[in-house]
């Protein structure tokens, strides 16, 4: 089995409904839930809108290799009506990021892990050092906790009420 960290989130339509169907959904086509963060609210990052975000980390354990895990993740996206063509950060029911893939760097045409920027994102590295503050990132060599310690993003990361 393969630990994978999911960052999920998104900023329009019903929230709180579009988390639970994403659960379910990852569940059912890539894996068992094994942790997952409580969901933060934050602000767009890289675009205006007056949406906030809900956003969250999980950890799943999945047979998938990372070609399959990708395909699965871009099927999913497609269901909340998520359009990857554009090159540009936009408003969306769900959004779906490999964060990490065991402790391994990949670098194909279509995916880099870890996530290249996620050590650039406080509403990923919160919820990522509430449930794995040790975890290490294979490349830079920083565990989440600091990471978030180093970040420079200054966004308001504020935890939803269940």
């Known amino acids: ?14 929230k709180r409904l579009n988390f639970q169907k994403v659960f379910q959904i990852i569940g059912n086509s890539i894996g068992k839930v094994v942790y997952s963060s409580s969901i933060y609210e934050s602000p767009p990052w890289g675009f205006q809108s007056e949406d906030d975000f809900w956003n969250q980390v999980i950890l799943v354990a999945t047979q998938l290799s990372h070609e399959n895990l990708l395909a699965e993740i871009n099927s ?5 009506g998520r359009d990857r063509d554009k ?3 936009s408003s969306r029911e769900m959004d779906i990021d490999i964060l990490y893939y065991d402790d391994v760097f990949i670098e194909t045409e279509n995916l880099i892990i870890p996530h290249p920027k996620m050590q650039q994102r406080k509403f ?12 290490k990132h294979p490349l830079l ?13 200054e966004s308001l ?3 939803v009420d269940n």
């Open 76 to 80: 999913i996206e497609k269901k909340f």
């Open 87 to 89: 090159n540009q950060y």
């Open 157 to 159: 990361i504020k935890k």
């Open 124 to 135: 990923v590295l919160v919820p990522l050092n509430e449930i794995a503050p040790d975890l």
């Open 1 to 14: 089995m393969h630990k994978v960290f999911l960052g999920i989130g998104g900023n329009i339509g019903n």
């Open 141 to 153: 060599r920083l565990t989440s906790f600091e990471m978030l310690e180093n970040c420079r993003d």
